[in-house]
T-cell receptor
Framework: KQEVTQIPAALSVPEGENLVLNCSFT??????LQWFRQDPGKGLTSLLL?????REQTSGRLNASLDKSSGRSTLYIAASQPGDSATYLC??????????FGAGTILRVKS | EPEVTQTPSHQVTQMGQEVILRCVPI?????FYWYRQILGQKVEFLVS????????KSEIFDDQFSVERPDGSNFTLKIRSTKLEDSAMYFC???????????FGSGTRLTVV
């Protein structure tokens, strides 16, 4: 059964810092991996999707990498801003029809 | 940008009552999903729906739950007899084909009292 773990559970950084969020999964047989942002009491906003054949994806200040063989993904946020404060969720799609989520990393960027 | 719309945003119901959560997926999407998130816990998959039938369901999705796409635009989740432990945020999601981005709605917070 696929399990997804995210480290750290919470992170507080000053504005402007570059930071890395980590995600690991137990079964390397995945179709893709997706990173989401969740604001308090709100829905999930898709940030990046990495197909199983890809190594990384970039969108603006965000870069996500995938190492399927070791069961790891990282989300890199450059030059963090207070508006980046949110919970970041990693989710793997085991075979193309559902997502298995991690518990998330709560990020606070202090101004 | 197209959105997945969920109504109501918050619903309070008595234990044992039936509730229907409503979703309007993006119009050209073909795959539909319900997920839930109990407060402080992970987002969990409930059910996927394609071509007017359930394609997969989780252990959570027992006989108390059902889904329907009654017309070309709505996708509903019904809980027949709510329990206290059904209290959660319920998210609807859709995508136009498999293995691409999901688009999630902003959720319905269900509180069972």
């Amino acid at each position: 059964k696929q399990e997804v773990t995210q480290i750290p559970a919470a992170l507080s950084v000053p504005e402007g810092e570059n930071l890395v969020l980590n995600c690991s999964f137990t079964d390397s047989a995945i179709y893709n991996l997706q990173w989401f942002r969740q604001d308090p009491g709100k829905g999930l906003t898709s940030l990046l999707l990495i197909q199983s054949s890809q190594r990384e994806q970039t969108s603006g200040r965000l870069n996500a990498s995938l190492d399927k063989s070791s069961g790891r993904s990282t989300l890199y946020i450059a030059a963090s801003q207070p508006g980046d404060s949110a919970t970041y969720l990693c989710a793997v799609d085991p075979y193309g029809n559902k997502l298995v989520f991690g518990a998330g990393t709560i990020l606070r960027v202090k101004s | 940008e197209p959105e997945v719309t969920q109504t109501p945003s918050h619903q309070v119901t008595q234990m044992g009552q039936e509730v229907i959560l409503r979703c309007v997926p993006i119009s050209n999407h073909l795959y539909f999903y319900w997920y839930r998130q109990i407060l402080g816990q992970k987002v969990e998959f409930l059910v996927s729906f394609y071509n007017n039938e359930i394609s997969e369901k989780s252990e959570i999705f027992d006989d108390q739950f059902s889904v329907e796409r009654p017309d070309g635009s709505n996708f509903t989740l019904k809980i027949r007899s709510t329990k206290l432990e059904d209290s959660a945020m319920y998210f609807c999601a859709s995508r136009w084909r498999d293995r691409v981005f999901y688009t999630f709605g902003s959720g319905t917070r269900l509180t069972v009292v």
